[in-house]
T-cell receptor, first 112, second 115 residues
């Protein structure tokens, strides 16, 4: 059974610092990995999707890496801003089907 | 392109009452998912439909939860009777199966409070 873990559960940084969010998964047989952002009381917004054959994806200030063999992904957010404050969730889809298994999320606070 | 629509956005009920949530996926998306997200946790899949057939309902508490997608488009999730532990956000998502990589698009969710 796939398990996804995100550490730390919460993170607070001053504005301008780079953010590093970690995600680990127990079964390396994944189809892809997706990073989401969730604002309080809102649904999930997809940030980046990395296919199993890729090692990283970039979008603006966001960069996500994937190391399938070690079961890890990292989301980097450069030059953080207060507007980046949210909960960040990672999720994987196994090769057996397109079911997403989520981590518990990392709650991020960027202080002005 | 319109996103995934859900209603209602908020619902407060007493335990043992029943409640229903509605979801309309993105046009053309064959696969629809219902997730339950308890406060402070990641979403957990309840049921997955492809068109109007159930693909996975292994984590759906079938003694009280039911879901249908009769015409392969919109879907309804029902809880009857509700328990206090059903308080959560219920998220609907959809995927276009015709192309990889199965990226899921989520609706705004319905926040359920059971008192």
């Amino acid at each position: 059974k796939q398990e996804v873990t995100q550490i730390p559960a919460a993170l607070s940084v001053p504005e301008g610092e780079n953010l590093v969010l970690n995600c680990s998964f127990t079964d390396s047989a994944i189809y892809n990995l997706q990073w989401f952002r969730q604002d309080p009381g809102k649904g999930l917004t997809s940030l980046l999707l990395i296919q199993s054959s890729q090692r990283e994806q970039t979008s603006g200030r966001l960069n996500a890496s994937l190391d399938k063999s070690s079961g890890r992904s990292t989301l980097y957010i450069a030059a953080s801003q207060p507007g980046d404050s949210a909960t960040y969730l990672c999720a994987v889809i196994g090769t057996a089907g397109n079911k997403l298994t989520f981590g518990g999320g990392t709650r991020v606070l960027v202080k002005p | 392109e319109a996103g995934v629509a859900q209603s209602p956005r908020y619902k407060i009920i007493e335990k043992r009452q029943s409640v229903a949530f509605w979801c309309n996926p993105i046009s053309g998306h064959a696969t629809l998912y219902w997730y339950q997200q308890i406060l402070g946790q990641g979403p957990k899949l309840l049921i997955q439909f492809q068109n109007n057939g159930v693909v996975d309902d292994s984590q759906l508490p079938k003694d009280r939860f039911s879901a249908e997608r009769l015409k392969g488009v919109d879907s309804t999730l029902k809880i009857q009777p509700a328990k206090l532990e059903d308080s959560a956000v219920y998220l609907c998502a959809s995927t276009h199966d015709g192309t990889s990589p199965y990226e899921q698009y989520f609706g705004p969710g319905t926040r359920l409070t059971v008192t």
